[in-house]
């Protein structure tokens, strides 16, 4: 593995210093004045919105996946956003670590290591919230678990409150996955319902279908909730049980966020 996954997180690491550098010298660190926390966990369907500008947030979590007989846990799932403007975030997915609990280290070690950029979208007709993402991820993975190739893919979330505890979402993607030495393009959706229980705390239950160009369609079944246990910070709890043949038979997972201002932003706005 190795030397592929250190050169990624190097490169991360010289992005992120760059960026605090460039700003550092005319901009003092000044408290977070944006809403609460927003993330893509622990839903399947990410956030319709970008982290405000200026600001870093670390989504985290372990998951246990069960399929055909085996059971694989991964994490710490370190999704990294960072607001490079009003509407604009870069996103870093670091390699996360896989161990199958079945086997011990047979097809276990680190995945590989993606970079994206999340593009908010409108305003639109009709009080939805729309984002573009678009990724690549790199074959920095050991064997077994990375790919093995460059895969890029797109998502574009959206959102929109039905009254105010209640509110839907989606998510409709399109990946490029390696396997072997061609690409199984798998489009996916995905729909979800989210309660506001009490302001701090809601619940979802979300279905998603993948299907791949060659293999069976995996359809799943997804609860969760997460808790802001502050202004910034988010622990989250879900499971999921697949519904079709290809799909995974569950999955358990368990999660922390919380999100930092960085950098002062000065407002365009009156």
Do not use: C
Not at 40 to 49: F, H, K, L, N, Y
Not at 124 to 132: E, K, L, R
Not at 182 to 192: C, L, S, Y
Request: charged share 15%.
């Amino acid at each position: 593995m190795p030397s592929r996954t250190s050169s990624a997180l190097l490169l991360l690491l010289f992005l992120l210093a760059g960026m605090v550098s460039l700003h550092g010298q005319t901009q003092a660190p000044m408290p977070d004045m944006a809403g609460p926390i927003s993330t893509d966990r622990p839903a399947i369907t990410d956030s319709s919105v970008v982290v405000p500008a200026g600001s870093v947030q670390a989504e985290n979590g372990f998951l246990e996946t069960r399929s055909q007989g085996q059971s694989v846990g991964d994490g710490p799932e370190v999704l990294l956003r960072i607001g490079v403007a009003k509407k604009t975030e870069v996103r870093f997915n670091l390699p996360d670590y896989f161990q199958n609990l079945t086997t011990g280290g047979a097809a276990s070690g680190f995945g590989d290591f993606a970079v994206g950029v999340k593009q908010q979208l409108g305003p639109t007709p009709g009080g939805f919230d729309v984002s573009a993402v678009v990724f690549v991820s790199f074959p920095t993975g050991a064997n077994g678990v990375s790919s093995g190739g460059y895969d890029p893919g797109v998502q574009v979330p959206w959102s929109r409150a039905l009254s105010a505890n209640w509110m839907a979402a989606g998510m409709f993607s399109v990946y490029f996955p390696t396997q072997g030495r061609t690409r199984n393009v798998t489009g996916e959706g995905a729909f979800q319902l989210d309660r506001q229980l009490t302001k701090p705390w809601d619940a979802f239950v979300e279905y998603a279908g993948d299907f791949p160009e060659n293999g069976g369609p995996r359809h799943l079944l997804h609860f969760g909730t997460a808790l802001k246990i502050a202004k910034q910070q988010q622990i989250d709890f879900h499971v999921g049980v697949g519904l079709s043949s290809a799909a995974v038979d569950h999955i358990i997972g368990v999660g922390y966020s919380f999100r930092i201002q960085a950098i002062r932003t000065q407002s365009t706005g009156p």
